[in-house]
């Protein structure tokens, strides 16, 4: 697998800033970023440069299955207040954690499946066991998984509620 950043001869863990390799490393590595493009509290910079909550999601699913971890750094000003437009994307999510951290938490990546391609595509990790598919489908009423093997899929379902999700195959998807 190729690495987006090569491995060194002397670290604990490899901490890149603000990059993401192009592939899932085989040891454990950690994201580093701000919340925005600085690790500070930037007075000048545009709230459009802020990580949504959405984004942030996307990319603790995309880092967590890679067999990353995720630091987000934030910016308190001088009385050590996190700014709102900083906290509101952490607490997005936190909520988002509340329902979905245990996949997230106990998931490491399947190595055994497709790879991990372009970003907004399926990221998987696997629990005791079973495959769980980390997909934005907030629009979708079909969610395609390419380079699955053939019935290798018996059952899906929604998280948080629980319901069970049509399953069908289409060659290798």
């Known amino acids: 697998r190729r690495l987006a950043f090569p491995p060194s001869a002397i670290h604990d863990i490899t901490t890149p ?11 454990r590595w950690e994201a580093t970023r701000g919340v925005g493009h600085s690790f500070g509290l930037n007075r000048n910079e545009d709230p459009d440069a802020i990580l949504t909550a959405a984004a942030l999601v996307r990319l603790l699913c995309d880092v967590v299955a890679r067999n990353g971890n995720l630091l987000i750094g934030v910016g ?5 207040t996190v700014p709102d437009v900083q906290a509101a994307p952490m607490r997005g999510l936190g909520d988002w954690m509340r329902v979905h951290g245990a996949v997230i938490r106990a998931g490491r990546p399947w190595f055994d499946g497709p790879p991990v391609s372009e970003r907004g595509a ?3 990790l696997v629990v005791d066991g079973s495959v769980h598919a980390l997909v934005d489908a ?3 009423p079909t969610v ?11 059952s899906a379902h929604l998280l948080p509620e629980g319901g069970g999700l049509e399953v069908g195959h289409d060659g290798d998807a």
Request: charge should be negative; include cysteine.
């Open 17 to 27: 800033e603000y990059e993401i390799p192009t592939g899932i490393r085989a040891e």
């Open 76 to 80: 308190p000003d001088a009385s050590g």
């Open 122 to 124: 399926p990221r998987y």
């Open 138 to 140: 907030t629009d979708a």
């Open 144 to 154: 395609r998984l390419e380079g699955l093997r053939p019935g290798s899929c018996t």
